[in-house]
């Protein structure tokens, strides 16, 4: 067990190895338990999380200011349009100021092309921990969350379980591709043989993908790529089908758009849910398109466990803003 992470920033996937996950999804099960239990836990007290939001948010938001709470500190929700970021305030000025007064600085920036450097920008001019609360290629707190989910669904040995991570449709916005780049990266790591299904213009990025394929070698893990969305339904363990957009293919978002016209039949309904195994789990971040991205006969059936996983956002960052702010 490794347990000095006193000071750690968490901004991509694989910033913690594996025994360190393996860390915190114990922390992060004790944790649920003392709450269940009513059982004080309050190891951050005094401590305040900067929570800066350049987008929107229902889980994010509610899970790491409640947990906060929870832990006897506070979380400070800030959003970037009531700050002077637009008058001037760089990162390193939000990284050397923020620093100094907060514990903890927690952002959210999904812009593509730009969210991941605006959180390294301010965490290599912070003293205090930076949080990746969702940026425009990863989202490592949905993934641990979504970790901690399969663990108590399916048992601690995850070896040659099969997970497929699966594109769908979805007409509200160009959703980012954060949350299967996080799944890719950090599933192998669990001995999860991963099988990713994107119409072509849907692929993630190279460099995310040769990560991934790094990572399911080194832990003997499966890690496949199909355009066939039933094929990978076929037998699965773990059915984890959620939409994102186009941006590696264009970044011409009407463009984008019209792509993602062409593929209305990728839904997750009942007749595919068939295809995986009986007692198959299926997941997803939220918020979804009901009846578009998938139906409400899955989402509120009796395979669905998106409740749990929503819940289980505020227990695994419970357990990380613990770890590194304590
Ligand atoms: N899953 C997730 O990040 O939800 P929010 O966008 O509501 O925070």
Redesign the pocket.
């Known amino acids: 067990m490794q347990t000095f992470l006193h000071g750690r920033d968490m901004i991509g996937d694989l910033d913690f190895s594996k025994e360190e996950v393996e860390t915190v999804l114990d922390v992060a099960f004790d944790l649920k338990r003392k709450r269940a239990l009513n059982e004080p836990h309050a190891y951050l007290r005094d401590k305040v999380l900067a929570m800066l939001f350049f987008f929107s ?5 509610g899970s790491f200011e409640a947990g906060m709470a929870q832990l006897g500190g506070h979380g400070a929700f800030i959003e970037s349009k009531s700050t002077q970021i637009s008058h001037g305030d760089t990162p390193k000025e939000i990284g050397e100021i923020f620093g100094r007064y907060y514990d903890g600085i927690a952002i959210r920036h999904v812009d593509w092309g730009i969210g991941n450097g605006y959180l390294n920008a301010v965490a290599k001019a912070s003293r205090v921990p930076v949080l990746n609360m ?1 940026c425009d290629i990863y ?1 490592p707190f ?1 993934c641990l969350a979504d970790l901690m989910t399969i663990v108590e669904k399916k048992g601690r040995d995850l070896r040659r379980k099969k997970m497929v991570v699966s594109w769908a449709y979805a007409a509200s916005y160009q959703k980012p591709m954060s949350v299967p780049q996080s799944l890719i990266l950090q599933m192998p790591r669990f001995g999860m043989d991963v099988v990713l299904a994107h119409p072509p213009e849907f692929r993630l990025m190279p460099d995310i993908m040769e990560q991934a394929r790094e990572q399911a070698r080194k832990f003997g893990a499966g890690f496949e790529v199909t355009d066939d969305m039933e094929a990978a339904f076929k037998d699965a363990d773990i059915v984890y089908a959620k939409s994102w957009g186009a941006m590696v293919h264009t970044q011409d978002t009407e463009e984008g758009a019209r792509i993602i016209k062409k593929y209305p039949h990728w839904i997750t309904d009942e007749r595919k849910m068939a295809l995986a195994k009986p007692d198959a789990i299926y997941m997803h ?3 979804a398109d009901r009846n578009i991205e998938v139906t409400d006969g899955v989402m509120d059936g009796p395979q669905s466990v998106v409740y749990d996983e929503a819940e289980n956002r505020m227990h695994a960052q419970k357990a990380v803003m613990a770890l590194v702010m304590g």
Not at 57 to 61: D, E, L, N, Q
């Open positions: 948010s229902t889980r994010t938001r969702q989202h949905q971040p939220l918020p």
